[in-house]
């Protein structure tokens, strides 16, 4: 059974960081392109990041580049997002997708004004 936990969020002010995990099992990780999306309340879910598993190549929302970093540890099987200069907009559930179809749980980050 393929699981994504993801964790590190939490309440932070605007221009401050956050650094989220999620931890990945039940599946071949270097396998797989892996990503992080978000949604934010009353609106639909929206793609952050995502990084390859072949050459670690990495693709942004226009929303989030040059604040936020994608990274993988394929001997960990964690994929993390380090958010810098955040701002209020970013508030939003964070969720780790692994194509096609898989999701973990999310982790809440708010960012206060």
């Known amino acids: 059974e393929v699981q994504l936990q993801a964790s590190g969020g939490g309440l932070v002010q605007a221009g401050g960081s956050l650094r989220l995990s999620c931890a990945a099992s039940?599946?071949?990780?270097?396998?797989?392109?892996i990503g992080w999306f978000r949604q934010a309340p009353g609106k639909e879910r929206e793609g952050v990041s995502c990084?390859?598993?072949?050459?670690?190549?990495?693709d942004y929302a226009d929303s989030v580049k040059e604040r936020f970093t994608i990274s993988r540890d394929n001997i960990r099987r964690t994929l993390y997002l380090q958010m810098s200069s955040l701002k209020p907009e970013d508030t939003a559930v964070y969720y780790c997708?692994?194509?096609?179809?898989?999701w973990g749980r999310g982790t809440q980050v708010t960012v206060s004004s």
């Open positions: 990084i390859k598993n072949t050459d670690d190549t990495t």
């Open positions: 039940g599946f071949i990780f270097d396998d797989y392109a």
């Open positions: 997708h692994r194509p096609p179809d898989s």
